[in-house]
C-alpha cells in the first residue's frame, strides 16, 4: 500500500495538503479529483496527483491515463497507431470480449480539428502531431471501451472548449502531453513619441524590502563541501524559523537563498505551519540543485526541463536510483526519508553507490524504516 493511500477523510486531507505543500486551493482540488478518479488508481492519492488536473471546478486526466485505465481493466486486447503525422491520426483498437476478427478503427484529421474551432488555439499551431494524438486516442476510448472510460474527460478536450486564456490552455495541454512548454516571447513595442521632453523624475524613497526570515544577528552560515559525509538533519519538527535555521546551518543553506526560493514561489515563510515549513525546506531547499534552480510549483510535470533537473539531481545524489524519473521525484517531494536518504549518502562513491541505491529503492516503493536511513548513514 503507498503511503499516500488515505484511510479517512482527515488522513485524505492532510494528505493532500502535504502533496500541495500547504496550498488549501491546491488541494481541494486534488481532493476533488480523488473523488472522481481515485478508484481507478487503487485509492493511491500520489498517483491520482501525477494523472489528473483540475479545469476551473472540472476533474480531468490526460489521454494516456485513460488509455491506463482501459488496459488495467483488462477489456484491452491491443491499441495502436496505424498511421500519423501532422495532418491525421488513426488508431485501432480490439476488445478482449469480443471475437478475434473484430477491429474498431478510428481517424481524428487536422480537417477535423479546424472545422471544430479548434485550430486558432496556440497548442495546436505548435503540437499538431500531440494533439492528434490524444484526440484520436481519446475518441478510441471512449467509443470501444465505453464501461471503462465512460463520463471521463482529457485535459485538452475541457482546455479547447473553456473560455481561459491561450497562453494557459497551451501549457496546461502540454504538461498533461508530457512536452515541454515555452512561452512565446512577447514582441516589442517602441515607446510612444512624445511631444514634450521627458520630465527628470524626483528621487522616490525605496520602501525596506520584505525579509522572509527575520534580520536579526546569528552566527554566519559555514558554506558545507557538495559531498562532504554529514548526518540527518537535526530537525524533527519545523515549529518555527529557528527550527528552519537550525536544519539551514546542517546543510550549509543560506538566508539569501532561501529568501530567493521564497520570492520564486511567492510565499512568506513567516505565515507557515509548521508542516508547510517542513514540505518547504524539503521540496526546495534541502537539494541545492533545486534551491538555485529557476523553477516554480509542478516543475516535475514539465517533462522537457525535468530531464535536465534529473540529471543534475543524479549528479548531486549518486544514490538516488538510475530508474528514478522526474514524477518519482514529484511523488516524493515532500518524502522526508526520500531527502535525507540522499542528503546522508551522497558522499558515497564506488561499489557503495549500488548499496546505496538499493536501500533508496526501498524508500521510494514506500518504506519508512528508520533503520533503511541509519544504514545509508553508516555506509
Known sequence: MSIFT??????????????CGGNQRDALALIQIFAAFGHHFGGDLGRTWTQGYNLRGKPTLNADAMAGICRSSGLVRYIKIVSWDEQHCQMSAARRDEPDHVEHV???TFQMANAQGLTNNRNWKTMPMQMLRARCLTMLLRAVFPDAVSGIYSVDEIADNTNMDDTERAQLTAQSLGEDYSAPPQPYRAPKPTSRPPQPIPPQPVPPQHQSLPVAPIEPIEPVEPHAKRGPTPVKNF??????????????????????????????????????LGSFFYSWLISETLRKSKHVKDWWRDMGNAKTTVKKLREEFPCLPLEADSRTIGQNLTNVYFWEGLSVSRHLTGELV???RALMKQIID???????LAQLSRL
Open 239 to 276: 515549529e518555527s524559523l529557528a527550527d528552519l535555521e537550525q536544519a539551514m546551518r546542517h546543510h550549509g543553506i543560506t538566508r539569501g537563498e532561501v529568501n530567493e526560493v521564497a520570492r520564486r514561489l511567492d510565499v512568506k515563510l513567516v505565515d507557515m505551519s509548521p508542516e508547510q
Open 106 to 108: 478510428f481517424e481524428f
Open 366 to 372: 514506500g518504506s519508512q524504516d528508520i533503520n533503511l
Open 6 to 19: 488515505p484511510n479517512n477523510i482527515q488522513e485524505l486531507q492532510d494528505q493532500a495538503m502535504l502533496l
Open 354 to 356: 549500488e548499496t546505496g
